[in-house]
């Protein structure tokens, strides 16, 4: 059986790249039979991003919902809140221990980080946490406390997995064991980076996604029409391989759909017919999940017994394995 495994960060409402880049993608394997799903909400994670603990308790609801809308059945797939498995922050010191600095120098946020204070002339590490430099540590513990084979994410994601895998890589050599399984990123190409209202890529710190659910199809609708597009008028040719309208159309559809879209824009359809197509198509796949979602936010005490219930099973893996672990680095408790 191949082992998958993904996490969403509870900072936000779980929006249209997240949806396509990791939950449509990773509740499709864990209906396979070959396939031993664990998907998680990254709370901890969280807490790099935010100091909001209402705003983080309202997006583990959220996220939650939203993986069981979009058809996650709690029975076949490990379900759970990192936060519950104390294991996971006792690997993290491990894997720190042998994590070079210098690796983590290269970290994209947190060059990202750097390079925005030494463009407004600050220095360099102002106002950076050691959890932001952190990050790609505690996601690496995620995926090796559980031996993950396959990791469904979106591209931004490709370099942390590709840290851990080195983490795990070191780890083994160092300790002269196959002590993890080496992960890697499962991505759909089509929609590796879906971009969001102004063409860049759709994420909560750019402030240009597109809410799933929250405020029903009437935001849905009113988001799409802010999608950017050039000034072309009706009746003149729009090219679809420039517009985001297209491409986040093409990860909605069928590849006929996808055609005739692509058709449409070449034959000059108003940019705000091609917005109203474009909503329909996201609405007829999002309408029924919506009123799962619905259920589910007005019954947290189900998502909660849930998630304690995956919390268990998650655990069940995990102690062993870190206590394997304590062994083998010194930590034995002499009998
Ligand atoms: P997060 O919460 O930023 O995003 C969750 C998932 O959604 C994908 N995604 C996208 N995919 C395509 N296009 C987009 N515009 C887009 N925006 C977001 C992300 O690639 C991701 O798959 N560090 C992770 C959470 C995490 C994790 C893990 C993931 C923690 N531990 C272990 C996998 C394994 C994060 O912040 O994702």
Not at 181 to 207: C, F, H, N
Request: net charge negative; charged share 25%; glycine share 6%.
């Amino acid at each position: 059986q191949t082992r998958v495994l993904t996490g969403i960060t509870t900072t936000g409402t779980p929006h249209l790249g997240n949806y396509v880049g990791a939950i449509r993608p990773a509740v499709e394997a864990s209906r396979r039979d070959d396939v031993d799903a664990f998907y998680f909400m990254a709370d901890y994670h969280a807490l790099i991003k935010s100091d909001d603990a209402a705003r983080i308790e309202r997006s583990r609801l959220e996220i939650a919902a939203t993986w069981l809308a979009a058809g996650l059945d709690p029975a076949r797939v490990t379900f759970y809140r990192q936060s519950d498995i104390p294991e996971i922050p006792e690997l993290t010191w491990f894997l720190t221990c042998v994590a070079s600095k210098g690796m983590l120098n290269r970290a994209h946020a947190y060059k990202a980080a750097v390079d925005r204070n030494l463009e407004t002339g600050e220095d360099a590490d102002a106002g950076i946490t050691a959890g932001l430099y952190m990050y790609p540590v505690l996601m690496a513990a995620d995926i090796l406390a559980f031996d993950a084979h396959k990791v469904p994410v979106g591209r931004d994601q490709i370099q942390h997995i590709e840290m851990a895998r080195d983490l795990g890589q070191r780890f083994n050599h160092i300790h002269g064991r196959e002590f993890f399984v080496l992960p890697e990123a499962l991505i759909e190409e089509q929609v590796a980076t879906l971009p969001g209202l102004d063409g860049r890529k759709m994420s909560k710190s750019y402030d240009n996604t597109i809410p799933l659910f929250e405020g029903g199809k009437k935001q849905l609708r009113e988001t799409i029409l802010r999608i950017v597009t050039d000034s072309r008028l009706p009746g003149e040719a729009k090219d679809p391989d420039s517009s985001p309208l297209f491409t986040i159309f093409r990860a909605f559809a069928s590849e006929i759909e996808t055609a005739a879209f692509r058709q449409a824009l070449l034959d000059g359809i108003a940019w705000g017919e091609a917005k109203q197509v474009l909503y329909e198509r996201i609405e007829s796949d999002v309408a029924p999940m919506r009123e799962r979602y619905e259920a589910f936010m007005a019954d947290p005490a189900a998502i909660e017994a849930i998630l304690r219930q995956g919390a268990r099973k998650a655990r069940a893996i995990a102690t062993p394995k870190i206590a394997a672990l304590r062994d083998a680095l010194g930590l034995r408790p002499a009998t």
